[in-house]
């Protein structure tokens, strides 16, 4: 499908259910994906870090996406991660996910190697120009150490080089120069300002911000979904709430990390696929390895999460 | 040919030599393979960080490896690093170097995604179990952001999941509780202790350590093999005198990265592939994307540094 | 006066004006004082970071707070911040402040020493145990380099440790924790959060925040005041406006920054300063050693930003 | 007493024995004096952060120095830390440690504010310029934040601004910039260049050091001595195995951060403390608020790593 400019509302990034052989669970894909667009969301983001994009291979990278875009089936934009290293590396995955009919991709400043500003406007143009689709600047310094400024990203877009960013960068303020700027710029248009936040959606679109591409929306699409159309529709109050109660559910992340036997990345990707599979969506909540799984007793807990958001 | 265990000498982290259209000069890189074996190293390291590894794909990685392991004829062992995110990407990685001929595989704790000592210990544990060939572990916290504890590489190493360390940690003291326990340890033999600085070998070989892997030898690799040789002599004074040559020789890395104009890493192994073409063993300097190109005047003064420290 | 239960509204960091001698010039810091009571602001918060508090002598300090205090007069609450190192040394400076009449203290973490949760918390308790007035906690990791975890925050504040949180941290989710919690945990009452953001006002009160603590209200207190009342009237559209205005006027802090001759400090308090002299409020812009000042033309650039925003 | 031009040799960072109510313990600091000047140091170095100089008031502060002082008579020279934020504030504490008599000051960048290198040279300049006696700087990057550059200062030195560096960066790398530059250099005389280091004081003695100031020379001053007097006649081999040994033994700052429970500054000053308890040098092992106290299970192993070392 054509590549909404600007893309709005309410885009998950898809977790990658796994068989406890950590081969990718199509099966549970294809239901995942059910449950997110018969739940009313605006799009999928597959190969993001809620995706566990840094732990698969190219080989299950691609059926992913592949999965997911016949699943789809042009009902909604289909996003695409390309994580990796350097611009040539990333432009190998564009050609693979864009092969595999991907709508947009979604790529980060370098990583591993120290980068400078100079550095990351040419990797962003490379891309662009290598690129059969739409590139979205993924801003996540906890992955990638870097920050991408704000009128950085502004300059790519009136450029025609970025077409949206998702922000992870946990700096609101940063993001609003970005949402500010894409709106009053002259020479912008279309784009696409997206918070990465689950905590903080209600007041990322009351501040001007596109979209959401929050992980616990694999949990609960249809409350994310609420959510967005009550700060639509200006229903602050309402809004509030059910931001409230999704900050509540999105605590279960710290139920493997808080004896420091485990770090946040298992703890919050297990929970999430602990509380999938408790909801019945995916068979297995294995995570990729090197993670450290969740004991019986952190699944549990994760269970009680879902009960008292009114889930189970 | 079999890896020693352990280790020891020069192993020169091998520069990749690039066309100006980026991709990988095979003759460039014959030569200066010759480079690096005529001038008495004890070993060949490709695929590391100042071989722009995270800047190669799969492609071009592989035609690296089989290039050197060609070249070296089992004259030298050849060590490939298997840099990727996390142990399913990485043991992708170790098939395909493994297949190219390499002698023992490089990894990295995992990166992009945060981890956790006992992940770190996984990820080594996997590696091992998947790999033909002994695995050494790259402590380099400044491109992965996570630094390898002593205590842990000394377990893995007791375990057998690790045959060395090449330190790039920066952590001298750090890494000499590595070296100090592999001596001392009853439960550890073999185990190799390599330190990744350009400027403290001789203070890391006083200290015990089995060798070097230092950026810079190759722009200097007859240097630095004299100063091993000096170091094992034990004429420690002639030793620090050619050291300090070689550390005045290192400020090269710093011509680009004055003015703010790039980063770290644009500036460095943009010196060091000027110096290797002004020495006469490459053909072209350019780097891989999205690094930016030393401007002509910069790369006059690369050639200032090498006459300095009677190179020209 | 009683210090209020909680504190709410407007509560601008008071800048420390100079004399080109670097001696506080009182007779302009009375005049800031009214220029910010007389725009109706709620409290004033004086030796605070915007305050150039780490800059300024016990001396000094004392100074400020006896100038703050006796110009206000009871009419609104004065905090005054306890800035120093740890337990033994912040007791002293509660002492000196408190004898100078303030009615409440603000201190962070313990800073300089590496620290920790348990610390943290015996921290704050003692400072409790020690002041005549509520303690406000102010978390700042840009300046001590640690953050205060939101549930340690409200435990403090559920034991009667804790009056309120200055949040500097930049991270709005964090926050949010805090300002939830206290209001919906049952042994928490008259907690004061607020929020340190110049360019979040209007989302920090919308998602609950009682009040901010803006530098750059030094310079526009009558804007920020029509924003917070604005939000407290649920005027969201025009909250918004009003708050990108402020954005827009904040980009001043970047002045001597742009060109990498000075740090962030020098670059946004010498800006504050040189908006308050040419609005006429005090007589000086020069800020404490060893901070650069501005040059002259940076300072007409400030007139700019004023201009742009209607203050000149 | 003049200050040596260069100071060499062992020069303690001398602990702070207080009492159970956190009083400075006069007695047991003079006891400690005798113990280090006993074992043959060549100079004191007090309210340094091991002597929890950020812990103290500033009347604990100037009661150490007089303390020391008075003890000391002239025989060696007493450097004291002028710790504090900036240049008001240190050059106040200048004039508090040199009224006291003590015959050089050691001063770190500014910290708790962001800061710049230009904003560094002007602290220490201005510090120098106000100060009766020698400046030495203190690199302590893991305290302040900011690290110091070998140039920047080696320039201040040839200006006569730095009298010395203690260098507790944890980089001996660029450690080394400043040895070799300082012996190098036409335009710089008596300079004294002091690792911070108590792992690596025979690899920074060997690569050009001038002395070092260690924090477990309290627990062991003769061990120091008996080091630098193995270095200084070139037995390597029996320096080395004496280093071996201090590094052994100062394992013994972990008895108390294994579990989690408090922090390093907590465990490590705690178990010197405790050690000079059991040596029978000072009479109480109390830290200063808000540190953690060890157990007495943590302080009887503290027992343990001494014996081996053959303290007890």
Redesign the interface.
Known sequence: MTFPAPLTGVVPPVCTPLTPE?EVDVDSLVRLVDHLVDAGVHGLFVLG?SSEA?????R?RRLVVETAVARVAGRLPVLAGV?D?????VL?QVRSVTGAGADAVVATA???????P???A??FR?IAAGSPVPVVAYDIP????TGLDADLVLDLAAEGVLAGLKDSS????GF??VV?GARTRQDITGFSALTG?E??V??AL???ADGAVPGLANVDPAGYVRLYDLCRAGD?ERA?AEQ?RL?ALFRMVGVGASD???????SALGAFKAALRLRGVIACEAT?????PLSPGEAERVGKYLAAAGLL
């Open positions: 950590r870090s840094a732990y698969l291979t190219d299950q994580i290293m350097t611009t040539p590396r190998d370098p990583f591993y190697t120290t980068t400078h100079a550095e990351i040419r990797h490379l906890v992955a990638v150490h946990g700096d609101l303020a609003r120069a500010t936040s905590l903080l209600d007041t009351a501040l001007g602050m509030r409230e900050c420091g036997r485990m770090g946040g990345s298992s990729a390895e090197p993670q450290v």
